[in-house]
């Protein structure tokens, strides 16, 4: 990625393709993102909404075309949560959040309100391993909001989540679009709604 | 060396507070060390040990339980899905230094441990204590940060366990090769000071450990 000289623009893709093996599973893809745009992903299964996330997120490279941001550090500027994303089974709630704050060496600072954003309070000392799902996937989306991001990658948001989680990605989407541009790969019809932009692959 | 510590330092951190819970790196080198000692003292029991021999089963134990333990630092973050973690938030540089800086930290309680109880088990009779310290202890930092860079450039392979292991041998070998003349000079073969197997070692250490992050950068972005 290379980041392009323009305040508004968040994300701009060219001629983006990905092939595995003989197949491609898309080709030629053109994406702008700016500030408040949220951009939604839609698909049949295996038509790569995943792979494509990866790759706008830095996971995998493209076959072909290329990806220019507007911002300098990756690291804190672009987050990605999906529900195939591993944490660290031994590691704790807060040594999570701790570790993904020193990696982007951000200043030390209280996660008690981010930890009740996301509704993980009265579990900052359980280790990943004994979270539930709906919990780990509450963990990766602190861990994903963390830094404040521009722009914010999101697979499946609401997959493994109860009401109140579903509640918690309606807030996050609003504040990330008022922060940021986001991106959101699903099928779900309540989160289509959350959508100034539109691709099906 | 990246210009910021404290990411480093979070590895390093993340890597302890996992060990600390799990005991499973110090536990399969602490094992391999304790039972090859076993082994050899039940076979060397009535035998004086020639020097040059003591040496080598010193060395072939230590190298072979860092070759199995060590690269795990990279392997178990591809197996467990883990990898993607530091591909979101980190540099490889401070991937690399941080796991580096555990591994030899691991390596250096093992080599204590193992010397120990070599000298203990064995009957060998220590010449030059200060040879023999200076030697394990260069030893263990310079197989340590050759057995991590084996395990960086391993962990992306589907076959990670056995590559890394294959990787490591010949890269370790010079330095068993040095280790076992250093050793076997503070066990009382020859009137060797050991300094240059010592400086040697610290050498090839300052190498990996220079090459690594290259290296494990190069891995990282393909």
Known sequence: MYPVHNEDVI??????????????????????????????VTGKNGSGKSTLLKLLAGLERPTEGTLQNGFDNEQSNRSYCALDQAVFPALTVTEHLELAAQLRSQSPTPHSELLTQVGLQDHQNHQAQHLSSGLRSRLKIALAIQSQPKLLIWDEPGVALDEAGRELVAKVVKEQTQRGALILATNDPEERRFGTHALEL | MPSSYKPIFAVF??????????????????????????????????????????????????????????????????????????????????????????????????????????????????????????????????????????????????????????????????????????????????????????????????????????????????
């Open chain 2, 13 to 222: 951190r993340k890597e302890w507070l996992t060990e600390s819970r799990t005991l499973s790196g110090i536990t399969t080198t602490g094992l391999i060390c304790f039972v090859s000692v076993v082994i050899l003292n039940a076979i060397t029991f009535t035998t004086k040990l020639n020097p040059l021999v003591a040496a080598g089963m010193y060395w072939m134990v230590l190298t072979f339980s860092a070759a199995i333990s060590l690269p795990r630092t990279f392997l178990q973050e591809e197996e467990q899905g883990t990898a993607d973690f530091w591909r979101l938030f980190a540099t490889p540089e401070a991937v690399f230094w941080g796991k580096a800086l555990f591994n030899i930290t691991q390596m250096l309680i093992a080599t204590v441990l193992m010397s120990v109880m070599f000298l203990i088990m064995l009957p060998v009779k220590l010449q030059n204590p200060i040879a023999f310290t200076l030697n394990g202890l260069a030893g263990a930092v310079a197989i340590a940060s050759t057995s991590t860079l084996a395990g960086a450039i391993a962990a992306p392979a589907s076959n990670r366990a056995a590559l890394s292991t294959a990787i490591s041998v010949p890269l370790l070998i010079f330095l068993i090769n040095l280790g076992i003349t250093g050793t076997a000079t503070a066990l009382g073969e020859g009137l060797k000071s050991g300094e240059n197997g010592v400086i040697g070692m610290i050498a090839y250490a300052i190498a990996t450990t220079t090459l690594g992050p290259v290296v494990y950068s190069k891995i990282w972005k393909s």
């Open chain 1, 11 to 40: 994300l701009q893709v060219r001629g983006i393709s990905k092939r595995f093996g003989p197949r491609w599973l898309f080709r030629g893809l053109d994406i702008d993102l700016e500030a408040g745009d949220c951009l939604i």
